[in-house]
């Protein structure tokens, strides 16, 4: 098998599960693997991943993608500072091409699932996308007059800590900012004010469930995060003006009905003409699958770039 | 002359004076020509660009570019909406090409003196910069890996009315948004501070100067501004991950001295690594002239993409 028809590994390296798979160069999962993130070393942490690629690989396959919840270092092949997972100051790309022989490519984790998005979901055909996945924390990704864009060095775009409130509540982990979107808008956020008006056992799930069932001041809550969600939503609009606004998350998609309602009331508020007449909001399709599509993607990419 | 070796005219067109200019590729201005911008009407505005650009012309010139304060519709050639010059939805660059028969290259004001910058300024040899120009409003700019950036269509980056302050105060003129980044940090919001702290006779220059003199409350009004600017440049350096920061405009740089030191603190907490460690801010070094010589860039970069 040639290395331009042949498939590519995604590996979404999340801090609880690292979701695998092999993937075909349209998007479509042909077998994946699935198993616990060990997070007390990187010995341990690195195994893991050598075992699930090894399930995995076959001769079919000429690259190997990783999606990472951190900054990465595109030149030289590592992560920045991950917060979850043991790997800061690691050559992975090194590491993983000497182990397997084959094209290694690396990527944010939201990078990777809005490329999945606008390679096979809800931003197909697309030329300039922005994509927010809300979970407990935020992570982002753009797509830029049809190539995903990365910023200086590969290490943006962290659009989860774009500043919304100044000088406003802290973020969680190592990241000292303030008033980041990640604190205000997030699913973590959410349990925040769920636990202020509800008391300590209710959290984000349980906020949307009282929500759905009709609860108005859990209604409240999340349209109150929705409307600062609009708000990043119009920076980001005014910012890189895409055609599309791609929400993605556990959070993001399960709040969807409460959050975008007054997220778009004030993203038509706060954007610019002509994002403010033609920029779309969409949800995401490709669920908790989209990080590892995205990751075999930014293997595709790696090895095009390799030829 | 080849077109190739030709010279490019550039025009800062403002909302009151027309900065006109023979242009090297190496930024040099050769000739310059000057007025004041006819706002009256659009058949004014249009004599009076045609007349700047009568008096500069020769056979040496391949090119002509434009700055102008709007977001351009760079598939159709003409703004989308300007707030200060009677130009919305007019095929200006159809218009000249007709009239002046060389290549036509448009782009907004605060884009070109990035671009300037970036070629024959602050920012020379970098190759990820986010500029932003402190004036009355606020204007940004972006390079990225190496080339001017503008976000879909060519309609970003309208880095001024990224949101610091969600609901927070209203812009002036045709932007229903709240809390941007220009209602905050600009001239004029510093005229609002100053007015109501010394009374209805001071304004953005007063100000500084009083803060130059010494005066404790003018300083404080000043690194209070200057706080909510680290807050933007935080959110710009998370998202695009630039070597620099370049800070240009009329009150940027005069009062540099005041916003920088807060500006910069602030920075440095809300950024992420690798960027609160490595990014650096910069005064631009351009000054006026900024805005024709990256016009005259545009001009360069049509030129070249038309060969």
Redesign the interface.
């Known amino acids: 098998v040639g290395a331009t028809n042949g498939h590519a590994i995604g590996i979404d390296l999340g801090g609880t599960k690292i979701l695998a798979g092999v993937v075909t160069r349209e998007g479509e999962i042909l077998r994946r693997h699935e198993r616990p993130t060990p997070i007390d070393s990187q010995a341990g942490l690195l195994e893991a991943v050598e075992v699930a690629v090894t399930e995995l690989l076959d001769d079919s396959v000429s690259a190997i993608g990783f999606g990472i919840p951190a ?1 990465i ?1 595109q030149k030289r092949g590592r992560v ?2 991950a917060t979850n997972i043991p790997l800061t100051d690691f050559d992975l790309r090194d590491r993983m091409r000497e182990r397997f022989g084959v094209a290694i490519g690396l990527d944010n984790d939201a990078n990777a699932a809005t490329i999945a998005e606008w390679r096979a979901g809800a931003a197909r055909g697309a ?2 996308v922005v994509m927010l996945t809300l979970g407990t924390g935020v992570g982002g990704g753009v797509i ?2 049809g190539a995903p ?1 990365r ?3 590969g ?5 989860g ?7 406003g509540p802290p973020c969680q982990g ?7 979107l990640e604190a ?1 808008a997030s699913g973590h956020a959410a349990t925040l004010a769920a636990q202020a008006a509800f008391g300590p056992d209710v959290d984000a799930h349980e906020l949307v469930r009282l929500a759905d069932a009709g609860d108005a001041q859990a209604q409240e809550i999340l349209q109150r995060i929705g ?2 969600l609009g ?2 939503l ?2 980001f609009a ?6 599309l606004l791609v929400i993605g998350g556990g959070f993001g998609v399960a709040a969807w009905d409460h959050l975008i309602p007054a997220a778009d009331r ?1 993203l038509r ?8 007449n033609e920029v779309k909001v969409v949800p995401a399709e490709l669920g908790t699958a989209a990080g590892l599509i995205g990751a075999a993607f930014v293997a595709y990419e790696a090895l095009d770039a390799a030829l």
Chains 1, 2 share one sequence.
């Open positions: 900054p270092d920045f500072l030329t300039d830029a007059n864009f910023g200086g060095g290490a943006g775009v962290e659009l800590h774009v500043v919304l409130i100044a000088d190592t990241c000292t900012g303030r008033g980041h205000l409307a600062l708000s990043g119009a920076s005014n910012i890189f003006n895409p055609q004030v508020r706060d954007a610019l003409i002509p994002a403010r």
